[in-house]
């Protein structure tokens, strides 16, 4: 599944909205501006993925690898993330919402933008 998501961004397509990816390995995978809104990503393998300005409202990382990954500009209000690793991950101007469940390791107020 996961060669097939990067075979079609390469193609063009952007709109993988609650598409399930459970357990997919992403890993370094430039997904950039994509639309992964409402998809389960749990125990997805996406370190050094970039997610730069994607729309990921709602989605679930619980128990992912995002080691690395970027997820600068990206839309992560109601995103869950429980037990999700954000080693090293860039979260500059990533928008989550006020009522979101802090993400561990991060100082929402400085690191991520709220809306």
Same mark, same amino acid.
């Given at each position: 599944?996961?060669?097939t998501?990067?075979?079609?961004?390469?193609?063009?397509?952007?709109?993988?909205?609650?598409a399930? @990816?459970t357990g %997919? *390995?992403? +890993?370094?995978?430039? $997904?950039t &501006? #994509?639309d992964f809104? !409402? /998809?389960? =990503?749990?125990?997805?393998? @996406?370190?050094? %993925? *970039?997610? +730069?300005?994607?729309? $990921?409202? &709602? #989605?679930?990382f619980? !128990? /992912?690898? =995002?080691?690395?990954a970027?997820f600068s500009? %990206? *839309?992560?209000?109601?995103?869950? $993330?429980?037990? #999700?690793?954000?080693? !090293? /991950?860039n =979260?500059t101007?990533?928008?989550?919402s006020?009522? *979101?469940?802090?993400?561990?390791?991060?100082?929402?107020?400085t690191?991520?933008?709220?809306?």
């Amino acid at each position: 599944m996961a060669a097939t998501i990067t075979e079609r961004y390469a193609a063009g397509e952007r709109d993988f909205a609650g598409a399930d @990816l459970t357990g %997919a *390995d992403l +890993s370094g995978a430039d $997904l950039t &501006g #994509a639309d992964f809104s !409402g /998809a389960y =990503l749990t125990c997805a393998d @996406l370190g050094g %993925a *970039d997610f +730069s300005g994607a729309d $990921l409202t &709602g #989605a679930d990382f619980s !128990g /992912a690898d =995002l080691t690395g990954a970027d997820f600068s500009g %990206a *839309d992560l209000r109601g995103a869950d $993330l429980p037990r #999700a690793d954000l080693s !090293g /991950a860039n =979260l500059t101007g990533a928008r989550r919402s006020a009522t *979101d469940a802090p993400v561990a390791g991060y100082e929402l107020v400085t690191v991520l933008a709220r809306t």
